[in-house]
T-cell receptor, first 118, second 109 residues
Framework: GAGVSQSPRYKVTKRGQDVALRCDPISGHVSLYWYRQALGQGPEFLTYFNYEAQQDKSGLPNDRFSAERPEGSISTLTIQRTEQRDSAMYRC????????????????FGEGSRLTVL | GEDVEQSLFLSVREGDSSVINCTYTDSSSTYLYWYKQEPGAGLQLLTYIFSNMDMKQDQRLTVLLNKKDKHLSLRIADTQTGDSAIYFCAESNDYKLSFGAGTTVTVRA
């Protein structure tokens, strides 16, 4: 597609359930990022992939959160045993360049997946 | 994030200039950015400035950087109703961006 695609756009789940959020980056983009945005706040970094390698997962809040990008394209963010505090907008972004040129600001964000945990 | 602060709201009359201010704490920031978020849409990069620059102009947008005071501003000339959105300031010195909480700009007729 032309832009970064995320699914589902909206997910309502019960506390304790697992959820998987999918990101389809722009074709050919090397870098992929996950951010989380709480209501009324700016996005906060979760994790970063360069091709299929997870280069940085320092922003993942705890071990219930994991992410993968097995073939260097589509990525999945998985939250196990969801809690109400996990409710937020989860945003994926991609950029053309890898680590060497990652710091150009040219991140393309998807529309996000809004997660609500009841 | 706590490292980047910006005022929460700005109301401006159509046709006037808007100025959105931002302060940051990381003196090693290499790039500073302004993103725009419209309802139901993703974040859109408006402009960015390298830390060794003082000013950058792009059509109706002017970015001013005071590195000594760690202060960044975005001026939008001739503000239009389509400029109503949330504007995020962000900084980075690597691949991670640290965002402010966003300034909601409302353009009134």
């Amino acid at each position: 597609g032309a832009g970064v695609s995320q699914s589902p756009r909206y997910k309502v789940t019960k506390r304790g359930q697992d959820v998987a959020l999918r990101c389809d980056p722009i074709s050919g983009h090397v870098s992929l990022y996950w951010y989380r945005q709480a209501l009324g706040q700016g996005p906060e970094f979760l994790t970063y992939f360069n091709y299929e390698a997870q280069q940085d997962k320092s922003g993942l809040p705890n071990d219930r959160f994991s992410a993968e990008r097995p073939e260097g394209s589509i990525s999945t963010l998985t939250i196990q045993r969801t809690e109400q505090r996990d409710s937020a907008m989860y945003r994926c972004a991609s950029s053309l360049e890898g680590l060497a040129g990652a710091n150009t600001g040219e991140l393309f964000f998807g529309e996000g997946s809004r997660l609500t945990v009841l | 994030g706590e490292d980047v602060e910006q005022s929460l709201f700005l109301s401006v009359r159509e046709g006037d200039s808007s100025v959105i201010n931002c302060t940051y704490t990381d003196s090693s920031s290499t790039y500073l950015y302004w993103y725009k978020q419209e309802p139901g849409a993703g974040l859109q990069l408006l402009t960015y400035i390298f830390s060794n620059m003082d000013m950058k102009q792009d059509q109706r947008l002017t970015v001013l950087l005071n590195k000594k005071d760690k202060h960044l501003s975005l001026r939008i000339a001739d503000t239009q109703t389509g400029d109503s959105a949330i504007y995020f300031c962000a900084e980075s010195n690597d691949y991670k961006l640290s965002f402010g909480a966003g300034t909601t700009v409302t353009v009134r007729a």
